[in-house]
């Protein structure tokens, strides 16, 4: 039996009247529903256990979630998020150099619809261009798809010829995770070229070019959204912005004043306070230089996980990676239990759909617990070691299944997720 100690101890907080607050919650719910107390203890400490190598992944800044589990659902106030909604408004300005935001949506999705029942007229089209690598949420327009290759990025040339025959309304790009990030001043001009809306979805990169290390959508794009749970280090929550066309008329009305309205409308004016609290705190948390760090890290980490599974034999889709996003593709005979595999030895993967047996590993979570190249040259070895030992393709043998499982163990145990209360002090397995 080997037992592994997962999780630090964290230092006693400063005292806090909301510390009592959260403190209280969790009691009564442990003695009102037990069960669904236990499958929350449960999915906390999942994240103990696994290496999460998928989006989102890593848990959110601690104090962004104290914020949803402290705060009530509306303000006292009723018609505004007051100075909460004020704060979150100014850091999203200042992080991604905006003229206009919105914060109010309570996801990625919802700021996506939201901008698109604004913008969208009576049978205007969507032209939607994405890598395939998941279906777009959320179909309530007239979408034309322009599916690109997973192992080309973003096809330019194509996207331009498909737009002048398609002559849509809203050129709609991004959202889903992919090694490669798109030349946005590209976009703009094939959108302009057809008298389109450009809509960019950063939310994978959004620490990225919250940073500078990538770049930003904002000054490109008429609109720019994001999903503060996938990009950010926070819980849900969803931002719209806008840089130098927030004053571009559309229909008459300059693009921010439209934004604003259909917010007023869709929110009837009760924003959620736990979620503009929380996109708040993720906000100023991307403003400090330890995740400007920690996101540099991650960057560096996954071009060398690439570059291990390349040494190791595996072909790396795209070549590589200009972000935390690693696309490898696997033996045929081994590819479609990639995933399972991988999960025996407590690593979280996500296979790419499409017909080629491809996975993808997003380092962000590796990033936050602070592995730097070596610790993801280890990772690599490890899947490669789990895979290779899977005897018909789905199963693993018992040694190579306790021996990598063991290893992914000790890596978790040095590299605890910061400010991250285990649900257990102690872990034992076979």
Same mark, same amino acid.
């Given at each position: 039996?080997?037992?592994?100690?997962?999780?630090?101890?964290?230092?006693?907080?400063?005292?806090?009247?909301?510390?009592?607050?959260?403190?209280?919650?969790?009691?009564?719910?442990?003695?009102?529903?037990?069960?669904?107390?236990?499958?929350?203890?449960?999915?906390?400490?999942?994240?103990?256990?696994?290496?999460?190598?998928?989006?989102?992944?890593?848990?959110?800044?601690?104090?962004?979630?104290?914020?949803?589990?402290?705060?009530?659902?509306?303000?006292?106030?009723?018609?505004?998020?007051?100075?909460?909604?004020?704060?979150?408004?100014?850091?999203?300005?200042?992080?991604?150099?905006?003229?206009?935001?919105?914060?109010?949506?309570?996801?990625?999705?919802?700021?996506?619809?939201?901008?698109?029942?604004?913008?969208?007229?009576?049978?205007?089209?969507?032209?939607?261009?994405?890598?395939?690598?998941?279906?777009?949420?959320?179909?309530?327009?007239?979408?034309?798809?322009?599916?690109?290759?997973?192992?080309?990025?973003?096809?330019?040339?194509?996207?331009?010829?498909?737009?002048?025959?398609?002559?849509?309304?809203?050129?709609?790009?991004?959202?889903?995770?992919?090694?490669?990030?798109?030349?946005?001043?590209?976009?703009?001009?094939?959108?302009?070229?057809?008298?389109?809306?450009?809509?960019?979805?950063?939310?994978?990169?959004?620490?990225?070019?919250?940073?500078?290390?990538?770049?930003?959508?904002?000054?490109?794009?008429?609109?720019?959204?994001?999903?503060?749970?996938?990009?950010?280090?926070?819980?849900?929550?969803?931002?719209?912005?806008?840089?130098?066309?927030?004053?571009?008329?559309?229909?008459?009305?300059?693009?921010?004043?439209?934004?604003?309205?259909?917010?007023?409308?869709?929110?009837?004016?009760?924003?959620?306070?736990?979620?503009? +609290?929380? $996109?708040?705190?993720? &906000? %100023?948390?991307?403003?400090?230089?330890?995740? @400007?760090? #920690? /996101? *540099? !890290?991650?960057?560096?980490?996954?071009?060398?996980?690439?570059?291990?599974?390349?040494?190791?034999?595996?072909?790396?889709?795209?070549?590589?990676?200009?972000?935390?996003?690693?696309?490898?593709?696997?033996?045929?005979?081994?590819?479609?239990?990639?995933?399972?595999?991988?999960?025996?030895?407590?690593?979280?993967?996500?296979?790419?759909?499409?017909?080629?047996?491809?996975?993808?590993?997003?380092?962000?979570?590796?990033?936050?617990?602070?592995?730097?190249?070596?610790?993801?040259?280890?990772?690599?070895?490890?899947?490669?070691?789990?895979?290779?030992? +899977?005897? $018909?393709?789905?199963? &693993? %043998?018992?040694?190579?299944?306790?021996?990598? @499982?063991? #290893? /992914? *163990? !000790?890596?978790?145990?040095?590299?605890?997720?910061?400010?991250?209360?285990?649900?257990?002090?102690?872990?034992?397995?076979?």
């Amino acid at each position: 039996m080997v037992e592994l100690r997962l999780g630090r101890a964290p230092a006693a907080p400063p005292s806090s009247p909301l510390a009592a607050v959260a403190a209280a919650g969790a009691q009564w719910l442990a003695e009102d529903d037990p069960r669904l107390h236990a499958l929350l203890v449960a999915e906390h400490g999942e994240r103990e256990e696994n290496l999460v190598l998928r989006a989102p992944g890593p848990a959110p800044d601690p104090t962004a979630t104290a914020c949803g589990a402290v705060l009530p659902a509306d303000p006292v106030s009723g018609v505004d998020g007051g100075p909460v909604e004020r704060l979150a408004l100014e850091r999203a300005r200042s992080v991604f150099g905006a003229e206009y935001a919105d914060v109010r949506p309570n996801s990625g999705a919802e700021a996506r619809s939201l901008v698109l029942d604004a913008v969208l007229g009576p049978d205007e089209v969507v032209l939607d261009a994405r890598l395939g690598t998941r279906p777009r949420d959320g179909r309530a327009h007239r979408t034309v798809e322009h599916l690109l290759a997973v192992g080309e990025g973003f096809d330019h040339d194509g996207l331009a010829a498909r737009a002048a025959r398609e002559r849509p309304a809203v050129l709609l790009c991004g959202g889903e995770p992919h090694p490669l990030t798109p030349d946005f001043a590209r976009l703009r001009a094939i959108a302009d070229g057809v008298g389109a809306l450009l809509v960019v979805d950063i939310s994978h990169v959004a620490g990225l070019a919250a940073t500078g290390l990538l770049p930003s959508s904002v000054d490109h794009a008429h609109v720019t959204t994001l999903d503060v749970a996938t990009g950010l280090p926070g819980a849900r929550g969803g931002v719209v912005l806008c840089g130098r066309d927030a004053r571009t008329p559309v229909r008459g009305t300059p693009l921010a004043d439209l934004l604003a309205a259909r917010t007023s409308r869709e929110r009837r004016g009760t924003p959620d306070l736990a979620v503009l +609290a929380g $996109t708040a705190r993720a &906000l %100023d948390v991307v403003r400090g230089d330890d995740f @400007r760090e #920690e /996101v *540099l !890290r991650t960057a560096l980490g996954a071009a060398e996980l690439a570059a291990e599974f390349a040494l190791l034999g595996h072909r790396v889709v795209t070549g590589g990676t200009d972000n935390h996003v690693v696309f490898v593709e696997l033996p045929a005979d081994v590819g479609p239990y990639a995933v399972d595999v991988l999960r025996e030895v407590n690593l979280v993967v996500d296979r790419v759909p499409g017909p080629d047996p491809v996975i993808a590993l997003d380092v962000t979570s590796a990033g936050r617990r602070g592995f730097d190249r070596s610790e993801m040259r280890h990772v690599a070895q490890l899947a490669d070691e789990a895979l290779k030992g +899977a005897r $018909t393709g789905d199963r &693993l %043998d018992r040694f190579t299944r306790l021996s990598v @499982r063991d #290893e /992914v *163990l !000790r890596l978790l145990w040095q590299f605890p997720l910061p400010r991250h209360v285990p649900t257990t002090r102690w872990r034992t397995h076979p």
